[in-house]
Nanobody, 119 residues
Framework: QVQLVESGGGLVQPGGSLRLSCKAS????????MAWYRQAPGKQRELVAT???????NYVDSVKGRFSISRDNAQNTVTLQMNSLKPEDTAVYYC?????????????WGQGTQVTVSS
């Protein structure tokens, strides 16, 4: 059984910063891709940032230069540092992890954490 637990969301003013974390636990053999998605009200879920097992990263254009994804393989944790936040960044943020465990290779999702950017 694998679980993902997210933390770090909240309310922040425009221009502010937040740091989201997601920790995977359970019978994990290896972790491949780790990523963050977000879903704003009335919109489809959007891929925000990806970090591949080799360390390469990818970002949606709207967050380039403002967001940074990182991972701690020893702690099975992925982090999203969000700077210069804008109201349009308001959404529920979900971590995503592709894990090889006792159950095989599967996709796992965090429970979601609300990020609200408002003055």
């Amino acid at each position: 059984q694998v679980q993902l637990v997210e933390s770090g969301g909240g309310l922040v003013q425009p221009g502010g910063s937040l740091r989201l974390s997601c920790k995977a636990s359970g019978s994990i053999f290896s972790i491949n891709t780790m990523a963050w998605y977000r879903q704003a009200p009335g919109k489809q879920r959007e891929l925000v940032a990806t970090m591949f097992s080799g360390g390469a990263t990818n970002y949606v254009d709207s967050v380039k230069g403002r967001f940074s994804i990182s991972r701690d393989n020893a702690q099975n944790t992925v982090t999203l540092q969000m700077n210069s936040l804008k109201p349009e960044d308001t959404a529920v943020y979900y971590c995503y992890v592709f894990i090889v465990s006792k159950s095989g290779a599967n996709n796992y999702w965090g429970q979601g954490t609300q990020v609200t950017v408002s003055s």
